[in-house]
């Protein structure tokens, strides 16, 4: 019989010793893969925060960063002298406007509402809102979010139609430009920010809704839009905008030269207080200039916390199992002590012995494996969401943007998605088999000091 079998037969010699020793193992190797999930988890979200904002200055007219009434609008011209900043890697110019869905609110008033132009301090001369065929692919609870009325307590009026709003940006695939911290192309292809043709992307909810594809068309501000791209994002906001190239939403309403929103992107975190500061005295009072810089560290910082706690618990569990099984091994060497001196009597080397009862510790291992890895699948997703809502990071952290809307991004900085990935498999195995090599080092050097002669002497 070989070593490896004879290893997996010991393994099971006594059941309910194997049982005992596999869950208590299984226990303990869960405990350090759950850990292990959420550092990687918590450890990729922190990542990502800061290099989606932790980059970049958003720029918007006056009263952007308090919210509320706007002043006027910048302009093109104005922003023009930041893109030649030292460390100002690219600026996004992005402007907006709304669409009168085709299907109405239920209990709709007859009177047409204001609209985007009276929250936006007035549109003389603009064209803001726009009419399509488009349906509107969100629920009424969000669409008459915040509406309110005096005195109170009273029902507010609905609006007199749903609105879906257009966003004309030079970087289409920018979140921030919708609202969102993701934006993924499932179908179709990116248009170009600068193009002038009448192409448009939409979200997957926009085209359900709408029963559109790649390639369809609809109707807005009179003019026909081809279906170029269908992304998917992670907001109602996002999922109940159209978004189109800056030229051809420039065009549309009459917004020529005028920019309602800039971000603007630099080559890295150590600039970013310098070209703030020039971007200030560039543009003075004339617009108001955020940066989540401070926010997204600070946020960070708890984020890291749960990361340490996490790493500190990991090697804990690791260290128990370790302790676990050395101390089986040591007693498994003891009890077989005789068994040893025979083999060894009979001619079979040490290094054979010692593979033997590796290999059973091994087996044994491997068994609490995947008894941890059942502990990891149930209890990974739930455990990171306990760790970081203890943590101090808030789901509202970030400063106050567009009418008190945060950083998209560090909104949902608390959505963390912890999950059992390939690479948590392969180091879950490569540290199932380093706890059982490390266990059997003291059943080695045992196994090592047994002398044959001695052991039949006592057992005669």
């Not at 941890?372 to 952290?397: C, D, K, M, N, R």
């Not at 498999?425 to 090592?448: H, K, R, T, Y």
Request: with cysteine; glycine share 10%.
């Amino acid at each position: 019989m070989s070593v490896a079998s004879r290893g997996i037969r010991n393994a099971f010699r006594s059941r309910t010793r194997t049982i005992s020793i596999v869950l208590i193992l299984g226990l303990a190797i869960g405990l350090a893969l759950v850990m292990l999930i959420a550092h990687r988890a918590v450890g990729e979200k922190a990542s990502t925060a800061l290099s989606s904002v932790g980059n970049t200055v958003t720029i918007g007219p006056p009263g952007y960063s308090a919210g509320g009434q706007l002043g006027k609008f910048v302009t093109s011209a104005e922003l023009a002298p930041i893109a030649r900043l030292h460390g100002v890697t690219g600026v996004d110019e992005m402007i907006g406007g709304t669409l009168k869905a085709s299907n109405l609110p239920k209990n709709a008033p007859k009177a047409a509402g204001k609209g985007v132009c009276a929250r936006a301090g007035g549109c003389k001369g603009l064209k803001i809102q726009g009419a399509t065929n488009l349906e509107y692919p969100g629920t009424l609870a969000f669409a008459t979010q915040g509406l309110a009325c005096e005195p109170t307590p009273c029902t507010p009026t609905p609006p007199s139609f749903f609105t879906i709003y257009v966003s004309g940006s030079t970087e289409p695939t920018a979140a921030v430009n919708i609202g969102a911290s993701t934006l993924k192309i499932l179908s179709g292809h990116v248009i170009s920010g600068t193009s002038s043709a009448y192409d448009a992307m939409i979200s997957t909810q926009m085209a359900r809704k709408n029963r559109l594809k790649v390639g369809s068309t609809f109707t807005a501000y009179g003019k026909t839009f081809t279906v170029a791209a269908i992304f998917q994002t992670d907001t109602d906001q996002g999922n109940d905008t159209v978004v189109t190239s800056l030229p051809v939403l420039e065009r549309l309403t009459g917004q020529t030269g005028q920019v309602f929103n800039a971000v603007v992107t630099v080559a890295s975190l150590n600039e970013l207080s310098k070209v703030t500061s020039e971007i200030e005295r560039l543009l003075g009072p004339r617009a108001s200039v955020v940066s989540y810089v401070s926010d997204a560290e600070q946020a960070v910082s708890d984020l890291n916390g749960v990361k340490s706690i996490a790493l500190d618990s990991l090697a804990g569990a690791v260290g128990a199992a370790v302790v676990i099984l050395f101390l089986v091994m040591v007693m498994v060497v003891r009890e077989r002590k005789r068994e040893i001196g025979v083999l060894k009597a009979i001619g079979a080397p040490s290094g054979r012995i010692m593979a033997q009862f590796t290999t059973e510790a091994v087996t044994l291992t491997l068994l609490g494996l995947v008894i941890g890895f059942a502990v990891g699948i149930i209890a990974a997703s739930p455990v990171t969401s306990s760790l970081v809502s203890h943590s101090g990071v808030s789901s509202e952290t970030g400063a106050r943007g567009l009418f008190g809307a945060g950083s998209p991004v560090l909104t949902h900085l608390t959505d963390i998605n912890a999950h059992v990935g390939w690479p948590v498999v392969f180091e879950g195995l490569v540290a199932a088999v380093l706890i059982a090599v490390l266990a059997s080092a003291a059943a080695a050097w045992m196994i090592s000091r047994v002398r044959p002669a001695e052991v039949l002497r006592s057992v005669s």
